[in-house]
């Protein structure tokens, strides 16, 4: 009887300890499962989508901002191109005027020369 007991008495505990490791493996996968799935559902649908839209209103500001800066400062070398070229016609225009008055100097030393 007591051989039949002690079997019983493990038996049972070892049941009883199958039952618990089953229990606790059900918790740990259970934890699991619902972490991976909870990490699925922040990454394809976040509960706060306005953070994303506000970072990316900042985003696009800055990338205006940067545009708007780009355009500026082409057009101010522009304008600093433009009036180097006035500059330089001005220029040009009396150097021609210098040629001409010099050439009707040469003209008229000829003339008076001859």
């Given at each position: ?69 780009g ?10 191109l ?33």
């Amino acid at each position: 009887m007591n051989r039949y007991s002690t079997v019983l008495l493990l038996g049972t505990l070892t049941m009883t300890s199958i039952a618990h490791a089953d229990a606790l493996d059900g918790l740990f996968d259970n934890s699991i499962v619902g972490s991976i799935s909870q990490a699925i559902n922040d990454a394809y649908k976040p509960n706060d989508n306005r953070d994303d839209e506000q970072d990316d209103s900042r985003w696009e500001e800055q990338d205006r901002q940067r545009s708007e800066d780009g355009r500026r400062q082409y057009e101010d070398r522009r304008r600093q191109l433009e009036d180097r070229r006035r500059q330089l016609d001005d220029q040009q225009r009396q150097l021609d005027e210098q040629r001409r008055q010099l050439e009707e100097d040469e003209r008229r030393l000829d003339d008076n020369y001859r």
